[in-house]
């Protein structure tokens, strides 16, 4: 059984291809990466999968409904959540706030009941606050619910989008460079965090990272994407020692070398 | 929260008449005096408005004193069912001014819902409004006769039942606004909603041919009102001698000040709601707030229909209140003036919103047209001012220097929202942030 599949995913702008023809199928409960150069069409492929663009060609069915042409709210629903590059966090928020933002769509008071408050709604926003905090006490910003997000050190920063992408009770998260910008003490924690989510959580995780010691360390499979294309697909001894993966990141003339 | 320490001599001075045993004398002391005041000596004049907007002030000091709920909530009471009333009966002025107050409050409550919770700027507010006014205008007039003569003007009783229906109907145009132009935002949003504004009073100007539906740049005159049920317990119970003009302010006036409550309950709870959060979830971020799972669309046609439902709903009771309306009153000057009262009091605050909404009103139909009596009455003095200045001329200048100065010293508005003033002001050390954390860098 796969979690997702997408098949045959491209998707242009104007004249630049910046994903092309890429297939990638995952199992639940993996732990998988997406890697590549800059500018080699991940996130691209990411914002694909998550709805924010639609694909010029190719199908993405998850967790068994076929997603590609839903809006991203439909599919955040369904249990696909994501992180964001440059963490997107709704700064002027406080922390909790920001979690319970992550369940809007296990919240379910309607209109007419928060008006009159009912002991339905009062339940609901006590339990859902109790949630969050559980959330927040699983990635260690618990006692800094009541900051500002924006406030927070950038490594709390990204716990909190990881937070919030927890809250929404996910299948699978997409996680964009979740350590980018962050120093080796941090990238330990967070490599630490990122195995918790799927030993302990039981959650598929799909990464986008730069940091190849922590993609070789803790992904099961790694996916390289090259000017749009994927070229290889393998755990981390063959992404290692495939020269199409060397040449794109290092040049022609290096994998000979280095193989 | 903890609230931020005093800052300033001024704060450490007020302190105890904020909090404390203390404050509640001076509270006591301050309603006792302002009321007695009031109602010694109700004469339209320089000294009564000092007085009333003293008494106005004093609500605000009720409302962020740290005293008792029960003693706030009684003082509120008292202060704003029992004396304000009574005032208005020795002085129909006052009371008048408050009944405006009031409908504009609601108004700027209403456009904050779209303005200051989701963020989207809507420069045509006041069409909700106008729809509202209108729709009363029409169905309780002779004009319901002139577009279908078969038709009669519908029974004043009806009023109560056409206010939910102007809910309703404002609700409705909400909507019919929202749903072509909920994929712009910014700029572009606010061009459009601007627009509609314009097309709702133009249509009110016009549609006087070839069907005479609003009887064009006339305006509808002859508005009904609800009878008077109250007035012989007015009358016989309580002893006051009042006729109907005068029972009919006091009718408007609890009338508006009801419908105030029933928005600000609504209001503060919607805001404190999951639709509250993701109305801000919006305004911060829309990428990500979707990524969260929040419907854009959905969402941001809620926070129009809510905000235009109260517009509508308090049009009614302004055309009923007026007894007259007409195009004019419904320009894009009426809706730049409720979004200056939202801007003024804090956008997304709810008693920053209020508190903005009363000095607007107050400074336009009190405050201002004083100066020039008061200027007037110095020249007849033999005082060497120029027979042409009139400050209710220079009311538009006066606004815009108090909104540009407002934009420089307190951009997040007087009573801000807190997260707002946080937004605003990023230079401002952060209160809660732990002091060794705020040296990492910051993601840009």
Partial sequence: ?259 | MATPPPTSAWERITAPLRSGPSAYSFLGLYAAVCSWLLLSNPRTGLRTDIVFVFFLLLMLFVFRARVARVFKIGLAVALLAIVLPLFGTLNPYYIDVATQAGIFVTLALGLNVVVGFAGLLDLGYVAFFAVGAYLWGIFSTSQITLINPAAMPVSPLLFYLFIPLGLLVGCLFGVLLGLPVLRLRGDYLAIVTLGFGEVIRVLANNLDKPVNITNGSQGIRDIARPPLFFASFARDTLGLKLNDNQLYQQFFYFLVLLIVLVVVVVVSRLKSSRIGRAWEAIREDETAAIAQGIPLVRMKLLAFAVGASFAGAMGVVFASKQLFINPPTFDLLRSINILSMVILGGMGSIPGVILGAVLVTLLDLQILPRISTVLREAQDAGFPIPETFDPTQYQRLLFGLLLILMMIFRPEGILPDQRHSEELHDDAPPPEAPAPAAAEPVAT
């Fill in chain 1, 1 to 259: 059984m796969t979690l997702l599949d997408a098949k045959n995913i491209t998707k242009s702008f104007g004249g630049l291809t910046a994903v092309n023809d890429v297939t990638l199928t995952i199992e639940p409960g993996r732990i998988v990466s997406v890697i590549g150069p800059n500018g080699a069409g991940k996130t691209t492929f990411f914002n694909i999968l998550t709805g924010i663009y639609k694909p010029d060609q190719g199908t993405v069915m998850f967790d068994g409904k076929l997603i590609a042409g839903k809006r991203p709210d439909e599919i955040a629903a369904l249990g696909m959540r994501r992180t964001f590059q440059n963490i997107r966090l709704f700064g002027n928020m406080t922390v909790l706030e920001n979690v319970l933002i992550g369940m809007h769509t296990h919240l379910h008071a309607p209109f007419w009941q928060i008006i009159a408050r009912t002991g339905g709604v009062r339940r609901e926003e006590a339990k859902a606050r109790e949630r969050a905090r559980e959330r927040l006490r699983y990635v260690g910003l618990d006692d800094k619910r009541e900051a500002l997000a924006k406030n927070l050190p950038y490594g709390d920063q990204r716990r909190l989008e990881i937070a919030r992408a927890l809250a929404g009770e996910p299948k699978l998260i997409l996680l964009d460079e979740p350590t980018a910008g962050m120093n080796p003490n941090e990238t330990a924690e967070a490599t630490q965090l990122i195995r918790r989510l799927r030993d302990e959580l039981k959650l598929t995780v799909v990464l986008i990272e730069h940091d190849m010691r922590l993609v070789m360390a803790i992904s099961e499979r790694i996916s390289v994407l090259d000017y749009g294309t994927k070229i290889a697909e393998g755990d981390a001894a063959v992404i290692r020692s495939n020269p199409r993966v060397i040449e794109a990141y290092l040049g022609k003339g290096a994998a000979g070398t280095a193989a």
